[in-house]
């Protein structure tokens, strides 16, 4: 990692196509525009939990709303990626418990496109900018390869 | 409808693999053989929501923990018939918002073998046992069917 990425929270903020979806899902809930002066950056520093951080948190904690909130939005932006690169819709529904272990599904058609485990969800987060999108990127990738996969399901 | 039907509430209990599955769900949970006495009928008389009781439940309403338990064991049981039945195992995953609607989804493997939306989730239930075992057996079918047209998602 660069100099500047161990100065700035979250590093280095990488030319990516899911950032920039994630970016939009949450400017999607911005109907007065309060956060037009906002960088994309900005908005996603929430998804960032850097070292120091994560070790200042409990091991065991209720999670918040506004992680669930969180946690939505990332799969979110992975169903709208896989639509804009493969033209099948996807959605997703989460379950977890207030022990911060749950499952999150995404579904395209009658097909599983991602299924994730969770634990630890109070302490979702990646500790850069690069790590978020590739983790985006790289869960956009396997629903599309499930979708290669089984198309008649993901189509049915 | 015979007589004894409209005079005992939820009618004649039918003979029913799915009635025995989701009776034995619900034992399942009763670790102290507290309801040893009791019969599959007095178990699932929860289900039953006659149509003077339901002209008396109001339009809207929170559902309360009781009925998303009851739904989530309506599903449950429908997954281990399917498994009996069919030898793949389906987990439901149930989201349910605080005004009632929902999304109910049982997944085997990679496969959405039954996706139900929901409404009206505080007024869940049947007008017979009849009724519940029928909708239980409709269900565990489209599912077995639906394993069937997708086998290679259902085992992935």
Redesign the interface.
Known sequence: MSDLATEVRGGIYPQSEYLAQLAAVIRAQDSYGTWDGKTDADLLADYIVTAEERRDMPIIADPEPEVLDRIEKFYDAIGLLLEKRSGIMAAQ???ISHEGFG?V?L?A?????I?KHLRDVHRFGFTSFEKLAEAGEKLTAEAAA?IA??P??AR?
């Open positions: 529904m989460s379950r499952r599904v579904i058609g009658r097909l599983v496109v299924s499930m996969a089984h008649d399901a049915a």
